[in-house]
């Protein structure tokens, strides 16, 4: 397969203010997210004008082919220890399967690895997210935890999975990883 979509991590700005809390107000995003209540105008505003200023996060819209179509983030951002989490959604059913999400990964871990030069990136999904953690899994993560009943989806307790990478982990991943994205006609990330 070639495509010859093009996928950019852009900051997040004003303007995607409204855009954010519709997409996770959306039943195609909430389903695999930890909370899923809807999000009224207060508390997206709260939470969207606590992103400005906070170094222990960081988003990026996701755009293919100009187009906004998700988001990425990284969490717990721990500069001591090396290590952050990271979590992303594409809000479009429509924009799913094109490789938009392998193309996200490799760009994430290397971001994480090279350009902070962290040593290990880690993610909690939740166990039903198997299309999520299978593919952490195919770019090395391993999973470290299981967190039964950890959350409350859909008013029952949901098991999550917890998965971590090692920048050590990854140079015997990167090169098939970096093929695959070769194959469905992505140009690889930072190179
Ligand atoms: C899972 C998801 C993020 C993957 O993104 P994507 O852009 O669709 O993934 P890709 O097109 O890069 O596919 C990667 C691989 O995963 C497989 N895959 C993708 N979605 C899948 C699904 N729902 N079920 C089974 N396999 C799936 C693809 O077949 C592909 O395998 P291949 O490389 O052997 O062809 C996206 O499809 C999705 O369903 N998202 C749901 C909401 C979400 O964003 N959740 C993340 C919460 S952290």
Not at 130 to 148: C, S
Request: glycine share 8%.
């Amino acid at each position: 397969m070639t495509a010859s979509h093009t996928v950019v991590l852009r900051d997040v700005t004003e303007d995607d203010r409204r855009r954010l809390r519709d997409w996770r107000n959306s039943p195609e995003v909430a389903a695999f997210m930890y909370s899923d209540h809807q999000i009224g105008q207060a508390e997206h505003d709260r939470w969207f004008d606590g992103l400005a200023g906070d170094a222990r996060r960081c988003y990026w819209v996701i755009e293919v082919d100009g187009e906004p179509v998700g988001l990425a983030n990284l969490a717990d951002i721990d500069p001591h220890n090396r290590r952050c989490a990271w979590a992303y959604y594409l809000a479009s059913p429509s924009v799913r399967g094109l490789g938009v999400g392998s193309y996200i990964e490799f760009w994430v871990i290397e971001h994480v690895f090279r350009t902070l030069g962290f040593g290990k990136l880690w993610c909690e999904v939740l166990v039903s997210n198997e299309a999520v953690w299978k593919l952490h899994e195919r770019y090395g993560f391993q999973r470290e935890a299981l967190f039964r009943h950890h959350v409350i989806k859909d008013g029952a307790p949901a098991d999550v999975v917890g998965l971590g990478l090692l920048a050590t982990d990854w140079p015997a991943r990167r090169d098939e990883m970096a093929q695959r994205l070769l194959a469905k006609g992505y140009a690889l990330p930072f190179t």
